[in-house]
């Protein structure tokens, strides 16, 4: 049978990610991708950064030549016609500039938004788009190459305004 997901703790309505905060401790079920000779280290800390206890840090030796050459991604289906409001907490010891990206996860990687994010300073950083077509497998990108100015992240959320409610249940242990 096909796995269920789920989510524990406070989910808000039309939330699509998994682990947007890091709180497993764990990378999953987010992938660190490099390309074109990029190196880099993907971390998760629990030192509490952003006032939470866990968050992303990504260590960057070699940025490649375009941002592209260094992506977080995680799977978040779209779609068409629905609006979309994704935030994130993040900084950089420099300002640095990234590309956030909803793409298709294969060629030829058609994207709905590839948009740059400046990053000056620990701060809680949001943009809205509008999905273009319905993708069950699309994915949410951070492009963080370019340069080797090292990146934190934390509470990534993808909210579909679109959608009406959350299901939840309370168990008892």
């Known amino acids: 049978?096909?796995?269920?997901?789920?989510?524990?703790g406070s989910v808000s309505n039309g939330e699509l990610l998994y682990s947007g905060?890091?709180?497993?401790?764990?990378?999953?079920?987010?992938?660190?991708?490099?390309?074109?000779?990029?190196?880099?280290?993907?971390?998760?800390?629990?030192?509490g950064?952003?006032?939470?206890?866990?968050?992303?840090?990504?260590e960057i030796e070699n940025g490649g030549t375009d941002t592209w050459h260094i992506q977080l991604n995680q799977q978040c289906p779209t779609d068409s016609e629905h609006v979309y409001t994704?935030?994130?907490?993040?900084?950089?010891?420099?300002?640095?500039?990234?590309?956030?990206?909803?793409?298709?996860?294969?060629?030829?990687?058609?994207s709905q938004l590839w948009q740059t994010v400046d990053i000056d300073g620990a701060d809680l950083y949001s943009l809205d788009f509008t999905s273009s077509r319905t993708d069950p497998t699309n994915m949410l990108r951070f492009n963080l190459g370019n340069n080797t100015i090292p990146f934190y992240l934390d509470?990534?959320?993808v909210i579909d305004r679109s959608a009406a409610s959350v299901k939840s249940k309370q168990f008892d242990f």
């Open 1 to 8: 049978s096909d796995a269920v997901r789920f989510k524990v």
């Open 21 to 47: 905060s890091f709180d497993c401790g764990v990378l999953t079920p987010w992938t660190g991708q490099l390309n074109e000779g990029a190196v880099a280290t993907f971390s998760v800390y629990d030192d």
């Open 49 to 58: 950064y952003f006032d939470d206890p866990y968050y992303l840090f990504v």
């Open 86 to 110: 994704i935030s994130f907490l993040a900084d950089s010891e420099n300002p640095k500039s990234i590309v956030v990206g909803m793409q298709e996860s294969q060629d030829p990687w058609a």
């Open 155 to 157: 509470d990534v959320q």
